[in-house]
T-cell receptor
Framework: DGGITQSPKYLFRKEGQNVTLSCEQNLNHDAMYWYRQDPGQGLRLIYYSQIVNDFQKGDIAEGYSVSREKKESFPLTVTSAQKNPTAFYLC?????????????FGPGTRLLVL | AQSVTQPDIHITVSEGASLELRCNYSYGATPYLFWYVQSPGQGLQLLLKYFSGDTLVQGIKGFEAEFKRSQSSFNLRKPSVHWSDAAEYFCAVGANQAGTALIFGKGTTLSVSS
């Protein structure tokens, strides 16, 4: 089955700790995205990548970092600089071909602070 | 500024009744419009999208939406709601550029009463 997987489903972070959220896709998509979802706020873009070894900051990139070393993987690190990390994190991918391309979403990771 | 507005935060509809969820957008170029649905704790699933052509778009699960350029709207409709339609619905707008992120509304939560 083709799709997007995110792990873990739940993640707990201690004060001062960096944590990494995994996102893997086997759709052969060039573009990948990270969104943060807070209740009543919709989805806000953290980072996106249009191609391997390249990525751009979204609207709320402060306190986050990403890498794109492989086409199928786009991990997100929540650093200790992110003071309010509790949220639901969604990864998405698309073909990167334009023409109204659809973004497909993973099941999400819920990050909680201890 | 580019934005998407979903005026209704929460709507309750009786099972079997019709449904209309509102979406208004502000976008400088030709918009590509999407409706996604999210069940609690899950990722987003695409219901339908408007890319070009016929302004009345049919989607999955019996949903449809109509693009009205003059009103900057893309309202979602369903003639008869089922209890399983209870979820959160997001409208989003995107550009005709490869690998660009979507701009999401804040969502409308749909409750279905029996």
């Amino acid at each position: 089955d083709g799709g997007i997987t995110q792990s873990p489903k739940y993640l707990f972070r201690k004060e001062g700790q960096n944590v990494t959220l995994s996102c893997e896709q086997n759709l052969n998509h060039d573009a990948m995205y990270w969104y943060r979802q807070d209740p009543g706020q919709g989805l806000r873009l953290i980072y996106y990548s249009q191609i391997v070894n390249d990525f751009q900051k979204g609207d709320i990139a402060e306190g986050y970092s990403v890498s794109r070393e492989k086409k199928e993987s786009f991990p997100l690190t929540v650093t200790s600089a992110q003071k309010n990390p509790t949220a639901f994190y969604l990864c998405a991918s698309s073909t990167g071909q334009g023409n109204g391309e659809t973004q497909y979403f993973g099941p999400g990771t819920r990050l909680l602070v201890l | 500024a580019q934005s998407v507005t979903q005026p209704d935060i929460h709507i309750t509809v009786s099972e079997g009744a019709s449904l209309e969820l509102r979406c208004n957008y502000s976008y400088g170029a030709t918009p590509y419009l999407f409706w996604y649905v999210q069940s609690p704790g899950q990722g987003l699933q695409l219901l339908l999208k408007y890319f070009s052509g016929d302004t009345l778009v049919q989607g999955i699960k019996g949903f449809e939406a109509e693009f009205k350029r003059s009103q900057s709207s893309f309202n979602l409709r369903k003639p008869s709601v089922h209890w399983s339609d209870a979820a959160e619905y997001f409208c989003a707008v995107g550009a005709n550029q490869a690998g660009t992120a979507l701009i999401f509304g804040k969502g409308t939560t749909l409750s279905v009463s029996s």
